[in-house]
Protein backbone atom coordinates (compact mmCIF):
# COMPACT_ATOMS: atom_id res chain seq x y z
CA UNK A 1 0.00 0.00 0.00
CA UNK A 2 1.96 3.47 -1.09
CA UNK A 3 0.88 6.91 0.40
CA UNK A 4 1.24 10.21 -0.76
CA UNK A 5 5.21 11.44 0.14
CA UNK A 6 4.90 14.19 2.46
CA UNK A 7 5.28 17.74 1.81
CA UNK A 8 9.38 18.92 2.31
CA UNK A 9 9.48 21.43 5.42
CA UNK A 10 8.95 25.09 4.74
CA UNK A 11 12.18 27.10 4.93
CA UNK A 12 14.75 24.86 4.98
CA UNK A 13 16.99 23.41 1.89
CA UNK A 14 15.30 20.83 -0.49
CA UNK A 15 18.29 18.67 0.79
CA UNK A 16 18.91 19.06 4.41
CA UNK A 17 21.77 16.50 4.94
CA UNK A 18 20.64 13.50 8.08
CA UNK A 19 23.50 11.24 9.24
CA UNK A 20 21.30 8.13 11.42
CA UNK A 21 24.14 7.09 13.58
CA UNK A 22 22.75 3.50 14.68
CA UNK A 23 20.47 2.56 12.11
CA UNK A 24 18.59 -0.09 13.67
CA UNK A 25 14.84 0.03 14.31
CA UNK A 26 14.42 3.63 15.54
CA UNK A 27 16.98 5.60 13.50
CA UNK A 28 15.84 3.62 10.41
CA UNK A 29 12.05 5.06 10.88
CA UNK A 30 13.32 8.29 11.68
CA UNK A 31 15.59 8.27 9.32
CA UNK A 32 13.31 6.65 6.63
CA UNK A 33 10.22 9.06 7.12
CA UNK A 34 12.78 11.93 6.36
CA UNK A 35 14.40 10.34 3.46
CA UNK A 36 10.98 9.67 2.31
CA UNK A 37 10.34 13.73 2.54
CA UNK A 38 13.21 14.80 0.58
CA UNK A 39 15.84 14.76 2.81
CA UNK A 40 19.12 13.37 2.05
CA UNK A 41 19.55 10.88 4.53
CA UNK A 42 22.53 8.08 5.05
CA UNK A 43 22.31 5.33 7.89
CA UNK A 44 25.17 4.30 9.17
CA UNK A 45 25.10 1.04 10.60
CA UNK A 46 25.19 -3.03 10.27
CA UNK A 47 26.83 -4.63 7.53
CA UNK A 48 23.94 -6.57 6.80
CA UNK A 49 21.57 -3.82 6.66
CA UNK A 50 23.81 -1.78 4.93
CA UNK A 51 24.18 -4.23 2.25
CA UNK A 52 20.03 -4.74 1.81
CA UNK A 53 19.93 -1.05 1.43
CA UNK A 54 22.56 -0.37 -1.18
CA UNK A 55 20.90 -2.95 -2.94
CA UNK A 56 17.37 -2.37 -2.96
CA UNK A 57 16.63 0.88 -0.60
CA UNK A 58 15.23 0.86 3.25
CA UNK A 59 11.69 -0.62 3.14
CA UNK A 60 9.66 1.20 5.20
CA UNK A 61 6.74 -0.99 6.31
CA UNK A 62 3.97 0.94 8.43
CA UNK A 63 0.18 1.02 8.69
CA UNK A 64 -0.22 3.40 5.96
CA UNK A 65 2.21 2.78 3.14
CA UNK A 66 4.95 -0.35 2.65
CA UNK A 67 7.49 1.28 0.66
CA UNK A 68 11.05 1.08 -0.57
CA UNK A 69 12.47 4.45 0.19
CA UNK A 70 15.26 5.15 -1.50
CA UNK A 71 18.65 6.19 0.80
CA UNK A 72 22.23 5.97 1.33
CA UNK A 73 23.54 3.77 3.84
CA UNK A 74 27.17 2.99 5.19
CA UNK A 75 29.05 0.95 8.30
CA UNK A 76 31.61 4.08 8.33
CA UNK A 77 30.83 7.03 10.60
CA UNK A 78 32.54 9.18 8.03
CA UNK A 79 29.39 8.85 6.10
CA UNK A 80 28.33 12.16 8.52
CA UNK A 81 30.57 14.34 7.04
CA UNK A 82 28.66 17.10 6.17
CA UNK A 83 25.44 16.38 7.60
CA UNK A 84 23.63 19.28 8.97
CA UNK A 85 22.12 16.96 11.96
CA UNK A 86 22.65 13.82 12.98
CA UNK A 87 20.63 11.32 15.10
CA UNK A 88 22.01 9.57 16.98
CA UNK A 89 20.39 5.76 18.06
CA UNK A 90 22.83 3.94 19.15
CA UNK A 91 22.25 1.62 22.61
CA UNK A 92 23.23 3.63 25.47
CA UNK A 93 25.82 1.46 26.32
CA UNK A 94 27.81 2.23 23.39
CA UNK A 95 27.33 6.04 23.46
CA UNK A 96 30.82 7.53 23.99
CA UNK A 97 32.50 4.75 22.30
CA UNK A 98 29.95 5.91 18.90
CA UNK A 99 30.71 9.43 19.86
CA UNK A 100 34.06 9.09 19.68
CA UNK A 101 33.52 7.45 16.20
CA UNK A 102 31.60 10.28 15.04
CA UNK A 103 33.86 13.08 16.49
CA UNK A 104 36.27 13.80 13.48
CA UNK A 105 33.71 13.89 11.09
CA UNK A 106 30.89 16.11 12.53
CA UNK A 107 30.59 19.44 11.39
CA UNK A 108 30.81 22.41 14.33
CA UNK A 109 27.21 23.47 13.82
CA UNK A 110 25.67 20.33 13.81
CA UNK A 111 22.84 19.39 15.81
CA UNK A 112 22.81 15.94 17.09
CA UNK A 113 19.69 14.50 18.35
CA UNK A 114 19.77 12.16 21.21
CA UNK A 115 17.20 9.68 20.32
CA UNK A 116 17.90 7.14 22.85
CA UNK A 117 16.68 5.24 26.09
CA UNK A 118 17.65 6.53 29.17
CA UNK A 119 17.89 10.08 30.70
CA UNK A 120 21.46 10.81 30.54
CA UNK A 121 22.67 10.20 27.28
CA UNK A 122 22.56 13.43 25.95
CA UNK A 123 24.94 14.68 28.38
CA UNK A 124 27.12 12.23 28.34
CA UNK A 125 27.50 12.44 24.62
CA UNK A 126 28.08 16.35 25.11
CA UNK A 127 31.13 15.94 26.96
CA UNK A 128 32.49 13.54 23.83
CA UNK A 129 31.71 15.65 21.06
CA UNK A 130 32.34 18.99 22.70
CA UNK A 131 29.39 20.73 20.83
CA UNK A 132 25.26 20.88 21.03
CA UNK A 133 23.12 17.65 21.43
CA UNK A 134 19.74 18.40 22.16
CA UNK A 135 17.87 15.36 24.10
CA UNK A 136 15.16 13.74 22.00
CA UNK A 137 12.12 11.75 23.86
CA UNK A 138 11.00 9.01 21.17
CA UNK A 139 7.69 7.15 21.49
CA UNK A 140 7.79 4.86 18.63
CA UNK A 141 6.85 0.97 18.36
CA UNK A 142 9.29 -0.26 15.66
CA UNK A 143 11.27 -3.33 14.53
CA UNK A 144 13.94 -4.43 12.41
CA UNK A 145 12.01 -7.47 10.30
CA UNK A 146 15.23 -8.39 8.38
CA UNK A 147 17.52 -6.77 6.81
CA UNK A 148 16.89 -3.60 5.65
CA UNK A 149 13.46 -3.63 6.53
CA UNK A 150 11.59 -2.04 9.91
CA UNK A 151 8.47 -2.26 10.61
CA UNK A 152 5.95 0.53 12.52
CA UNK A 153 3.29 -1.10 14.46
CA UNK A 154 2.64 2.55 16.39
CA UNK A 155 2.91 5.91 17.22
CA UNK A 156 5.94 8.25 16.38
CA UNK A 157 6.04 11.13 18.40
CA UNK A 158 9.39 13.20 19.63
CA UNK A 159 9.68 15.74 22.57
CA UNK A 160 12.97 17.67 21.80
CA UNK A 161 15.05 19.47 24.08
CA UNK A 162 15.58 23.43 23.57
CA UNK A 163 18.85 24.09 21.24
CA UNK A 164 19.70 26.01 18.19
CA UNK A 165 18.16 23.97 15.83
CA UNK A 166 15.30 22.31 17.15
CA UNK A 167 12.69 24.52 15.97
CA UNK A 168 14.36 23.54 12.69
CA UNK A 169 14.41 20.01 13.07
CA UNK A 170 10.84 19.94 14.61
CA UNK A 171 9.83 21.22 11.08
CA UNK A 172 11.41 18.80 9.52
CA UNK A 173 10.06 16.12 11.16
CA UNK A 174 6.10 17.54 11.22
CA UNK A 175 6.43 17.90 7.79
CA UNK A 176 7.86 14.33 7.26
CA UNK A 177 4.21 12.94 8.99
CA UNK A 178 6.48 12.87 12.25
CA UNK A 179 4.16 14.25 15.43
CA UNK A 180 7.38 16.55 17.17
CA UNK A 181 7.65 19.65 19.48
CA UNK A 182 10.21 21.69 21.96
CA UNK A 183 9.45 21.22 25.21
CA UNK A 184 11.78 23.25 28.17
CA UNK A 185 10.88 20.37 30.44
CA UNK A 186 12.76 17.68 28.87
CA UNK A 187 14.16 16.27 31.67
CA UNK A 188 10.74 15.28 32.98
CA UNK A 189 9.80 13.67 29.76
CA UNK A 190 12.79 11.77 29.58
CA UNK A 191 12.19 10.36 33.26
CA UNK A 192 8.54 9.89 32.25
CA UNK A 193 9.77 7.52 29.32
CA UNK A 194 12.75 5.94 31.63
CA UNK A 195 9.35 5.34 33.93
CA UNK A 196 7.50 3.41 30.55
CA UNK A 197 10.56 1.32 29.81
CA UNK A 198 11.31 0.57 33.48
CA UNK A 199 7.54 -0.89 33.71
CA UNK A 200 7.24 -3.06 30.99
CA UNK A 201 10.67 -3.50 29.50
CA UNK A 202 12.36 -6.02 32.07
CA UNK A 203 8.68 -7.99 32.28
CA UNK A 204 8.11 -8.17 28.40
CA UNK A 205 11.55 -9.98 28.07
CA UNK A 206 11.64 -11.91 30.82
CA UNK A 207 8.27 -13.22 30.04
CA UNK A 208 8.64 -13.27 26.08
CA UNK A 209 5.31 -11.13 25.62
CA UNK A 210 4.60 -8.17 23.53
CA UNK A 211 2.39 -5.13 26.01
CA UNK A 212 -1.26 -6.55 25.56
CA UNK A 213 -0.85 -10.05 26.47
CA UNK A 214 1.64 -9.20 29.20
CA UNK A 215 -0.21 -6.76 31.34
CA UNK A 216 -3.39 -9.47 31.45
CA UNK A 217 -1.05 -12.22 33.37
CA UNK A 218 -1.71 -12.21 36.78
CA UNK A 219 0.43 -10.40 39.24
CA UNK A 220 1.66 -8.28 36.41
CA UNK A 221 -0.24 -4.97 37.25
CA UNK A 222 1.36 -5.13 40.76
CA UNK A 223 4.21 -5.34 39.98
CA UNK A 224 4.26 -3.11 37.52
CA UNK A 225 2.55 -0.14 39.93
CA UNK A 226 5.59 -1.18 42.57
CA UNK A 227 8.42 -0.41 39.95
CA UNK A 228 6.20 2.60 38.67
CA UNK A 229 6.17 3.96 42.82
CA UNK A 230 10.17 3.49 42.86
CA UNK A 231 10.62 5.51 39.80
CA UNK A 232 8.72 8.50 41.15
CA UNK A 233 10.21 8.40 44.34
CA UNK A 234 13.88 8.64 43.40
CA UNK A 235 12.88 10.92 40.54
CA UNK A 236 11.01 13.42 42.91
CA UNK A 237 14.21 13.02 45.39
CA UNK A 238 16.45 13.61 42.13
CA UNK A 239 14.44 16.93 41.92
CA UNK A 240 12.84 16.07 38.67
CA UNK A 241 9.58 17.28 37.38
CA UNK A 242 7.33 14.82 36.10
CA UNK A 243 4.66 15.66 33.52
CA UNK A 244 1.33 15.42 35.18
CA UNK A 245 -0.24 11.92 33.13
CA UNK A 246 2.58 9.23 33.89
CA UNK A 247 0.26 7.01 35.76
CA UNK A 248 -2.15 7.17 31.99
CA UNK A 249 1.00 6.90 30.01
CA UNK A 250 1.95 3.95 31.90
CA UNK A 251 -1.80 2.18 31.27
CA UNK A 252 -1.93 3.00 27.68
CA UNK A 253 1.63 1.51 26.22
CA UNK A 254 -0.73 -1.43 25.94
CA UNK A 255 -3.06 0.06 25.07
CA UNK A 256 -1.46 1.76 21.80
CA UNK A 257 1.22 -1.10 21.33
CA UNK A 258 -0.30 -4.63 22.34
CA UNK A 259 1.70 -6.44 19.42
CA UNK A 260 5.12 -4.56 20.81
CA UNK A 261 7.66 -6.63 22.53
CA UNK A 262 10.08 -4.51 24.52
CA UNK A 263 13.51 -3.54 22.66
CA UNK A 264 15.07 -5.77 25.98
CA UNK A 265 13.08 -8.28 24.95
CA UNK A 266 14.10 -8.11 21.08
CA UNK A 267 17.98 -8.07 22.47
CA UNK A 268 17.79 -11.12 24.68
CA UNK A 269 15.74 -13.14 21.82
CA UNK A 270 18.36 -12.05 19.28
CA UNK A 271 21.52 -12.86 22.42
CA UNK A 272 22.86 -9.26 22.27
CA UNK A 273 23.68 -6.77 25.26
CA UNK A 274 20.53 -5.01 26.32
CA UNK A 275 20.02 -1.22 27.85
CA UNK A 276 18.77 -2.74 31.28
CA UNK A 277 21.35 -0.77 32.91
CA UNK A 278 20.09 2.21 31.87
CA UNK A 279 16.74 1.24 32.68
CA UNK A 280 15.97 -0.05 35.52
CA UNK A 281 19.93 -0.09 36.52
CA UNK A 282 19.55 3.79 36.38
CA UNK A 283 17.06 3.94 38.97
CA UNK A 284 18.40 1.27 41.13
CA UNK A 285 21.78 3.49 40.72
CA UNK A 286 20.39 6.48 41.54
CA UNK A 287 18.18 5.51 44.34
CA UNK A 288 21.37 4.18 46.02
CA UNK A 289 23.05 7.43 45.66
CA UNK A 290 19.79 9.34 46.90
CA UNK A 291 18.76 6.81 49.86
CA UNK A 292 15.47 5.64 47.75
CA UNK A 293 15.03 1.80 48.12
CA UNK A 294 13.91 0.19 44.78
CA UNK A 295 13.47 -3.62 45.49
CA UNK A 296 11.25 -4.14 42.68
CA UNK A 297 13.35 -2.28 40.14
CA UNK A 298 16.24 -4.11 41.56
CA UNK A 299 14.61 -7.72 41.28
CA UNK A 300 14.22 -6.83 37.38
CA UNK A 301 17.19 -5.67 36.61
CA UNK A 302 18.89 -8.63 38.32
CA UNK A 303 16.89 -11.19 36.44
CA UNK A 304 17.76 -9.33 33.30
CA UNK A 305 21.17 -9.67 33.95
CA UNK A 306 21.15 -13.47 34.72
CA UNK A 307 19.70 -14.31 31.50
CA UNK A 308 21.81 -11.99 29.67
CA UNK A 309 25.18 -13.66 31.42
CA UNK A 310 23.63 -16.99 30.45
CA UNK A 311 23.42 -16.47 27.03
CA UNK A 312 26.54 -14.96 26.94
CA UNK A 313 28.07 -18.24 28.26
CA UNK A 314 26.11 -20.27 26.15
CA UNK A 315 27.66 -18.09 23.55
Excluded at 68 to 76: C, I, K, N
Aim: with cysteine.
Amino acid sequence: MNAEPPVKPAGLPHLWPVAVMGAGAVGCFFGGMLARAGHDVVLIGRPSHVQAIQSHGLRLQTAAFDEQVPVRASTDARAAMGARCVLFCVKGTDTESAGRELAPHLAADALVLSMQNGVDNAERLRRVLGQQVAAAVVYVATEMAGPGHVRHHGRGELVLEPSGGSEAAVNAFRAAGVPAEVSPNVRGALWAKLILNCAYNALSALGRMPYGPLVLAPGVTEVMRDVVAECRAVAAADGVVLPPDVDTAVRRIAETMPNQSSSTAQDLARGKPSEIDQLNGHVVRRGAALGVPTPANRVLHTLVKLVESQRASAG
